[in-house]
């Protein structure tokens, strides 16, 4: 939780473990101040933020 925060800074609103290409992989929702929630994929291994998208 500490480093899609740090990434995408606001409030958890929904975590999901899933695996992708054999790679265990964290989906983390993040709401921001403004509103706006942003999706944070944490590589669940090494802690590694692989990306962060804006969902519509």
């Known amino acids: 939780?500490?480093?899609a925060?740090?990434?995408?800074?606001?409030?958890?609103?929904e975590i999901e473990l899933d695996r992708e290409?054999?790679?265990?992989?964290?989906?983390?929702?993040v709401l921001s101040g403004s509103g706006r929630v942003r999706k944070v994929d944490i590589d669940a291994r090494t802690g590694a933020v692989l990306d962060i998208e804006d969902e519509d």
């Open 1 to 3: 939780m500490e480093i």
């Open 5 to 13: 925060l740090r990434a995408a800074p606001g409030e958890i609103v």
């Open 21 to 29: 290409d054999g790679t265990l992989i964290y989906e983390v929702e």
